[in-house]
């Protein structure tokens, strides 16, 4: 009776131990939120990190909910490669494997492991024309932070920000202007044209002075076709950002309507909020808003 017990007893754990350990998600993407829920919807928990390992505990459509060892969240599969574990080990090993010795790191389940990592994501936006058009300019100064500092300045420094990311990802990058100037809509949107664009992306600061405790962002588009670029945008925004969610609008803004290439406008955050202005004008913000964007273009590019 008591050796039925153990031997229940030890199937059970087995049992236990391979299904708790059978998939591992590996985050792709840095400042990446962990949610209490299935959605943007639900609050931030956590951040977590690219090349961090976590045990997958269910899926949800879309959304992975990942054991954080102290606790459970929620992150989009978007962001995380799933690799089966071949080990009963925890991922928190993970790292103590690494700083193992040169000849175990080239063993061959870490050079499976990386290959895997390239081909699944073939992170390259070669032959792809961007072009970028930092909102307002020169005697268009656009909205006035609660600092003083103006939209236009704000537009143009994100601007750059991810050019540089984009190119970086193979992308060829035109921007509508570098330079504090005014520069008309119609020739933006002409520009956008004459480039023969895979994707416009007009970027803005939103400002609300009678509402100062406004923040989020929210992505604009005008033909219907640009919807899906629109919430893959939006989605990779939200995500690396961890800013409110205000989500996809469909709108006749001129810059797209005049515009017959897939075009976006972005309201990046809102700079009639003191601390969303503090924390857009930081080189994290930008390269998280910039990662966002890459990914969101990634899944466009990818459907
Ligand atoms: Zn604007």
């Known amino acids: 009776m008591r050796r039925k017990i153990i031997i229940t007893t030890l199937a059970l754990m087995f049992l236990i ?4 350990y059978a998939e591992e998600a590996t985050i792709i993407g840095d400042n990446l939120n962990v949610r209490s829920g ?6 931030v928990i956590h951040q977590v990190n690219t090349d961090e390992t976590y045990t997958i505990l269910e899926q949800s459509e879309e959304w992975i909910k990942i054991d954080l060892n102290d606790g459970e969240g929620w992150v989009h599969n978007d962001f995380i490669e799933v690799s089966e574990s071949s080990t009963d080990e925890p991922s928190i090993d993970r790292a103590t ?3 193992a010795t040169n000849e175990e790191k ?3 389940s870490e050079n499976t492991y990386s290959k895997q990592k390239d081909s ?3 992170y390259s ?3 792809k024309v961007i072009v970028l058009d930092p909102g307002h300019g020169g005697r268009d100064v656009g909205a006035i932070g609660v600092s003083t500092n103006v939209e236009s300045d704000y537009t143009l420094k994100t601007a750059n920000v991810l050019k540089r990311m984009l190119e970086e990802h193979g992308a060829t990058v035109v921007l509508t202007r570098d330079t504090d100037r005014y520069v008309p809509l119609t020739s933006r949107s002409s520009l956008s044209n004459m480039q023969n664009a895979d994707v416009f ?3 803005h600061y939103n400002s609300t002075p009678e509402h100062p405790s406004a923040r989020g962002i929210g992505t604009y588009y005008y033909n219907e076709r640009d919807q899906l670029l629109a919430s893959y945008v939006q989605e990779g925004l939200i995500g690396y950002t961890g800013f409110r969610d205000r989500g996809i609008h469909q709108e ?3 810059v797209l309507r005049i515009n017959h290439r897939p075009g976006l406008l972005l309201e990046l955050g809102f700079i009639s909020n003191e601390e969303e202005e503090r924390e857009v004008g930081t080189h994290a913000f930008l390269d998280a808003a910039s990662r966002g964007i890459v990914q969101g273009l990634y899944r466009y590019f990818a459907h």
């Open 17 to 20: 131990t391979a299904v708790i």
């Open 38 to 43: 299935p959605g943007t919807e639900y609050d």
């Open 97 to 99: 494997q690494e700083e």
């Open 106 to 108: 080239t063993n061959v």
């Open 120 to 122: 699944e994501y073939p």
């Open 125 to 127: 936006l070669t032959g």
């Open 201 to 203: 992306m007009s970027i």
């Open 252 to 254: 006749s803004l001129q």
